[in-house]
Every structure is written in C-alpha cells, then in structure tokens.
C-alpha cells in the first residue's frame, strides 16, 4: 500500500482526517537552500537549526500557506535501529513546550512511509505569518531534538535498568 503525500500526512495529525480533495506537491514558487527547494518564507535560521538534528532525516517541510497545506516537518530517523522508538518520539513531541505550553501548537503522528519504515510528522494548525507561526517554526528544531532526546534517554535507562536486573538475579 502506497503512503499519503507528506501534505496529507501532515493535514492527518493536525485534523485527524484525510482532507475532502487530493493535496498535492509545491504550489508556489520555492527558493534554493543547500541544492534542494524549499518554501520561499522558510528562513535559512529555521532550515539550519532542523538540518543540525543529527538523528533525523527530513523530507519534507511545508511553511503552512492555509489551513490545508499546514505547516510540517516530515522525517525518518537516520538509523533504522531507532525506527523502533517512532511512537514514543510521537508522543513526546505532542506534550506541551516549556516554551510554548499551548497544546494546539503542536501536532504529531507517525505511520510509514514510502521507505517501509516509520516516518513522523509535527505539525501545526498555524497559518503563514502569524505570530504564532513564527513561533512553531523558531522552536521546532528544538523540540524535536529533546523529543528524540528524552526517548533514547528512557529507553537507555530501560537496558540499563534491564542489565542491572540480570546481574542481580
């Protein structure tokens, strides 16, 4: 079974439907970032700070131009080994930031892919050019970043925590 379009899964995690028409690719004229095209309203900063997440692979992003094509990240993890940990990654990302402790901001879902393997999406309801658009994009690096970090953390702690049961018995 093919995976929905990035569009789509991003309009999925926010609405929690499949959109009434087909959402397809660009739309409007992008601009060039590292040989790739992105959206014309996505700031360099923005693109930098995701590319620095070193554990995820992005896909597609999406600067949010109406309450269809919302904004998104779409993205697999690098190591396949941590495909695993896509659900748990999923529900850190929907918990509120201690930046922005408002619960519409943030939006997440994983399914798979194309690839056969997990991909996740965060996502927001947020229109181009609010100010809380602006927001979402200023801090979704780092929130995935501490999203991913907390889970491997916890699934750290787990094997040690497992490692420590065995010595003990």
Do not use: C
């Amino acid at each position: 079974m093919k995976a929905d379009n990035a569009l789509t899964f991003a309009f999925k995690a926010v609405y929690g439907r499949p959109p009434e028409k087909a959402l397809r690719g660009r739309i409007t004229p992008g601009r060039p970032w590292r040989g790739l095209t992105v959206d014309e309203n996505l700031k360099d900063e923005w693109l930098e700070k995701l590319n620095a997440v070193s554990w995820i692979e992005i896909v597609s992003t999406e600067e949010g131009k109406n309450r269809m094509r919302v904004p998104h990240i779409v993205f697999y993890m690098k190591n396949p080994k941590d495909d695993i940990l896509a659900q748990k990654i999923v529900e850190e990302l929907r918990r509120p930031f201690q930046k922005y402790n408002a619960w519409e901001l943030w939006y997440a879902m994983a399914d798979i892919g194309n690839r056969g393997r997990p991909r996740i999406v965060l996502a927001a309801s947020k229109k181009r050019g609010t100010m809380m658009w602006e927001a979402w994009w200023d801090v979704s690096a780092q929130k995935i970043e501490e999203a991913i970090i907390a889970v491997k953390y916890e699934d750290l702690e787990k094997k040690r925590q497992g490692t420590e049961s065995l010595k003990e018995g």
